[in-house]
């Protein structure tokens, strides 16, 4: 019997030392000499090659700041687009380290896919687009429409819920991706096409005539949408996970592309220590002293990334809305670096 015990003990601990060996996804990362990125095939605003073939948006640019963060260089990310129904198993797999791609965050993806979302990174809800020439101005009128959605998304059972919850018909019509979506939805197989708004937004613009479609006031979930990685690894998680901090935490201070390098002699201590002048906070994360100031020399901070991609810069210009910072009427805050 002691034998037994002691043979279940040791493999056992064989298996613990092997998984944690397998799970340093950041010397890795160090060792191959680049991020590997899980993005979308292609949404505007966040992430799809531009007209030269790079990889541009949102999610793209976070990418970019967690290569920064490592390497202390934006450009050394491999892109992998990667469709909903493929994502999870890419990163679950090690195919990417990482995964930027308007992804939801929730607790059957938090907690029974062996993921971890590093925190929220746009907040979001899911909408409905129509043809102005439909004639309807409200969701709750849509009884007896038919609704396309992405098969593999949390879209199908909100649309469930919503519409069971107002006593209303539809008819779903489940497509396996987003531009097969756009084909149906502009041929008229669907009335309605139903996704989180900021991707509505996005896709309005693939049709023929923007112009001729809108989106409803209606948003009928919560789409917390964020960077995952893969659950086992606490030293690569804390790394991605503070990057998304530092981006949020360096437009509250007002720390931004332009003004990143003239921080560094600021004489207010907590942007000294927040760009690595002093502490040992890229220490502890197994980084450069200076791994904030990489970050936002490189891409700017959230605000500058937000205004680009999808505000007012951009061909989205979507409000800020719960994405401003907490201390202006949004939701957006970052624990403090320290």
């Given at each position: 019997?002691?034998?037994?015990?002691?043979?279940?003990?040791?493999l056992?601990g064989?298996?613990?030392?092997?998984?944690?060996?397998?799970?340093?996804?950041?010397d890795?990362?160090?060792a191959?000499?680049?991020v590997?990125?899980?993005?979308?095939?292609?949404?505007?605003?966040?992430?799809?090659?531009?007209?030269?073939?790079?990889?541009?948006?949102?999610?793209v640019?976070?990418c970019?700041?967690?290569?920064?963060?490592?390497f202390?260089?934006?450009?050394?990310?491999?892109y992998?687009?990667?469709?909903t129904?493929?994502?999870?198993?890419?990163?679950?797999?090690s195919?990417?380290?990482?995964l930027?791609?308007?992804?939801t965050?929730?607790?059957?993806?938090?907690?029974?896919?062996?993921?971890?979302?590093?925190?929220?990174?746009y907040?979001?809800?899911?909408?409905?687009?129509i043809p102005?020439?439909?004639?309807?101005?409200?969701?709750?009128?849509l009884?007896?429409?038919t609704?396309?959605?992405?098969?593999?998304?949390?879209t199908?059972?909100?649309?469930?819920?919503?519409?069971?919850?107002?006593?209303?018909?539809y008819?779903?019509v489940?497509?396996?991706?987003?531009?097969?979506?756009?084909?149906?939805?502009?041929?008229?197989r669907?009335?309605?096409?139903s996704?989180?708004?900021s991707?509505?937004?996005?896709?309005r613009?693939?049709?023929?005539?923007?112009?001729?479609?809108?989106?409803?006031?209606?948003?009928?979930?919560?789409?917390?949408?964020?960077?995952?990685?893969?659950?086992g690894?606490?030293?690569?998680f804390?790394?991605?996970?503070?990057?998304?901090?530092?981006?949020?935490?360096a437009?509250e201070?007002?720390?931004?592309?332009?003004n990143?390098?003239?921080?560094?002699?600021?004489?207010?201590?907590?942007?000294?220590?927040?760009?690595?002048?002093?502490?040992?906070?890229?220490?502890?994360l197994?980084?450069?002293?200076?791994?904030?100031?990489?970050?936002?020399?490189?891409?700017?901070?959230?605000?500058?990334?937000?205004?680009?991609?999808?505000?007012?810069?951009?061909?989205?210009?979507?409000d800020r809305g719960?994405?401003?910072?907490w201390?202006?009427?949004?939701?957006?805050?970052?624990?403090?670096?320290?």
């Open positions: 019997m002691k034998r037994e015990i002691l043979a279940a003990l040791l056992a064989s298996a613990f030392v092997a998984s944690t060996a397998a799970a340093d996804t950041l890795d990362v160090k191959r000499g680049s590997r990125c899980g993005v979308s095939e292609g949404v505007a605003g966040f992430s799809a090659p531009d007209a030269a073939g790079k990889w541009v948006g949102f999610d640019d976070f970019r700041a967690v290569s920064a963060a490592v202390g260089d934006p450009e050394k990310v491999s992998v687009p990667l469709s129904k493929d994502r999870f198993t890419a990163l679950q797999s195919e990417v380290d990482l930027s791609r308007q992804t965050w929730s607790l059957s993806r938090d907690s029974g896919m062996g993921i971890h979302f590093v925190g929220t990174a907040y979001d809800g899911q909408g409905f687009m102005k020439k439909l004639g309807v101005d409200s969701a709750l009128r009884s007896g429409a609704v396309c959605t992405e098969q593999g998304t949390t199908e059972q909100n649309l469930t819920d919503y519409f069971h919850a107002n006593k209303m018909e008819q779903p489940v497509i396996d991706s987003a531009d097969g979506i756009i084909k149906a939805f502009e041929t008229g669907c009335d309605v096409y996704t989180d708004a991707a509505l937004y996005a896709q613009l693939k049709l023929a005539d923007p112009n001729g479609f809108m989106v409803l006031p209606e948003i009928i979930s919560k789409e917390p949408l964020g960077p995952a990685v893969r659950q690894d606490d030293k690569w804390n790394v991605v996970r503070w990057t998304l901090f530092s981006l949020i935490e437009e201070l007002g720390i931004t592309k332009e990143a390098e003239a921080g560094l002699t600021s004489a207010n201590p907590v942007v000294t220590r927040f760009l690595g002048v002093e502490g040992d906070n890229g220490k502890q197994g980084l450069d002293p200076r791994f904030a100031y990489s970050i936002v020399s490189a891409v700017g901070n959230y605000g500058e990334i937000f205004e680009r991609n999808l505000g007012a810069s951009s061909e989205l210009k979507i719960l994405n401003a910072l201390n202006k009427g949004g939701l957006m805050y970052a624990p403090p670096s320290r």
